[in-house]
């Protein structure tokens, strides 16, 4: 199993004859997976990837998402979508699978591959936690950029990447080079939504709005307003399309309720927004 730590909740889990999380540390191919029970709620749990916070799961509620920035994908989502749309979902970075999981339960026709580099903690996480099965769900191990440059043109509807190695995404899934195989795997009408973790400069956030931008003919940015200013350091989403998108009166309302609150920029603010910085290519192209 690869566990790292012993004593009374591993005792537990034994008593109970396997199956279902146990808090502790655990090896992985990248590194180490530490779960641990939510303290505030005893029906969720965290995970953490190297020390980084990587997932939240709520055992009782698949539709809870205490991540403020998987909670603002799945509401531009929903704006786009309804919930009885097939929606085929690719979600690059699997984590705990925890949108894929909400994305189950608000879509039960959707049919969704995550894309996850570490295949042990891909493993552990079909272990621990309440997950559906293919052809509804299915985990792919392999790094997200083979992966996409293999799929077939108009194959998704939705692509979410959420990938970090510590607290930044790998260059080679920023690029102008990697969102035109992102744009091609999408079927027409389709949304490429990432997520970007960035510090108070924005500069990350400025680039990837630039080259998404260049790419996509629609545009739009969810954000803490504080965020936007520069004031602290989080989580910018920017999304593409060859549609509008984000323009739902529903979605900027909820996008205001919860543990943070939200704008939502449409194509004109996302151009000023991005106007400054280069477009991210290959290193050598």
């Known amino acids: 199993m690869g566990r790292q730590r012993s004593g009374r ?10 199956g279902g999380p146990v ?3 655990y090896v992985i191919d990248t590194g180490t997976c530490e779960l641990e029970e939510d303290p505030f709620d005893p029906q969720s749990w965290i995970v953490r990837i190297n020390g980084e916070p990587s997932s939240h799961i709520d055992l009782a509620d698949p539709q809870t ?10 509401e531009l989502t929903r704006s786009q979508w309804d919930s009885s749309e097939p929606l085929r979902v690719l ?3 699997g984590g705990a699978c925890t949108l894929a999981r909400a994305f189950a339960s608000i879509y039960p026709q959707a049919r969704q591959v995550v894309v996850e580099l570490d295949g042990r903690l891909a493993v552990l996480v079909r272990e621990w936690f309440d997950l559906p099965r293919a052809p509804l769900l299915r985990v ?27 607290r930044t995404t790998p260059r080679a899934l920023t690029t102008l080079e990697f969102t035109r195989h992102a744009r091609r795997v999408l079927a ?22 630039a080259t ?9 940015i969810i954000a ?11 989580n910018v989403i920017i999304a593409g399309s060859d549609v509008p998108i984000g323009r739902s009166p529903a979605l900027a309302s909820r996008v205001l309720v919860g543990g943070t609150q939200a704008h939502v920029w449409h194509d004109e603010q996302v151009h000023r927004f991005a106007e400054s910085a280069k477009v991210l290519h290959d290193l050598g192209g």
């Not at 400069?201 to 709005?209: H, I």
């Not at 998404?212 to 739009?220: C, D, R």
């Not at 803490?224 to 989080?234: A, F, I, N, V």
């Open 224 to 234: 803490d307003p504080s965020m936007l200013k520069g004031r602290r350091e989080g």
């Open 65 to 74: 998402l205490a991540f403020d920035y998987m909670r603002w994908i799945a």
């Open 9 to 18: 909740r591993n005792e537990r889990h034994d008593s109970r004859g396997g």
């Open 188 to 209: 027409p009408g389709g949304i490429y939504a990432v997520n970007c973790g960035d510090a108070r400069d924005l500069r990350r956030a400025r680039a990837e709005a």
């Open 140 to 166: 792919r191990v392999g790094e997200a950029r083979a992966v996409t440059e293999t799929l077939t043109a108009d194959s998704r509807d939705l692509i979410v990447r959420d990938v970090f190695a510590g």
């Open 212 to 220: 998404i931008g260049a790419v996509f003919e629609h545009t739009a």
């Open 91 to 93: 979600h690059l970075g």
């Open 23 to 25: 808090a502790g540390t």
